[in-house]
């Protein structure tokens, strides 16, 4: 059983910065692709960033050059580190890997239980 628990979440002023981090365990053989995305009540999931296991990133251009996100492979975790944040950052953030249990099994997603973030004064 593969899991993906995020922390760091909280409540924060316009302006302020949060990490957040997302740490995989259980039976993993590899992790490809990891990524956060966010969601609002009411809007579809969006995605914010993602990075391969070589340290590529992507980001949404909503969070370009306000958000960074990194990797540390040994820890099997990704990290998301948000500045400048602002009031439309708000949203339940959510973990997803592309993780593989078994050399013998094909890779497949999984999700955080995700970690809300509230940007207001």
């Known amino acids: 059983q593969v899991q993906l628990v995020e922390s760091g979440g909280g409540l924060v002023q316009p302006g302020g910065s949060l990490r957040l981090s997302c740490a995989a365990s259980?039976?993993?053989?590899?992790?490809?692709?990891m990524a956060w995305y966010r969601q609002v009540p009411g809007k579809q999931r969006e995605l914010v960033a993602t990075?391969?296991?070589?340290?590529?990133?992507n980001y949404a251009d909503s969070v370009k050059g306000r958000f960074t996100i990194s990797r540390d492979n040994a820890k099997k975790t990704v990290y998301l580190q948000m500045y400048s944040l602002k009031p439309e950052d708000t949203a339940v953030y959510y973990c997803?890997?592309?993780?593989?249990?078994?050399?013998?099994?094909?890779?497949?997603?999984?999700w955080g239980q995700g970690t809300q973030v509230t940007v207001s004064s």
């Open positions: 997803n890997g592309v993780i593989k249990r078994a050399p013998w099994v094909d890779y497949a997603n999984y």
């Open positions: 990075i391969t296991v070589g340290g590529g990133v």
């Open positions: 259980g039976s993993i053989s590899s992790i490809n692709d």
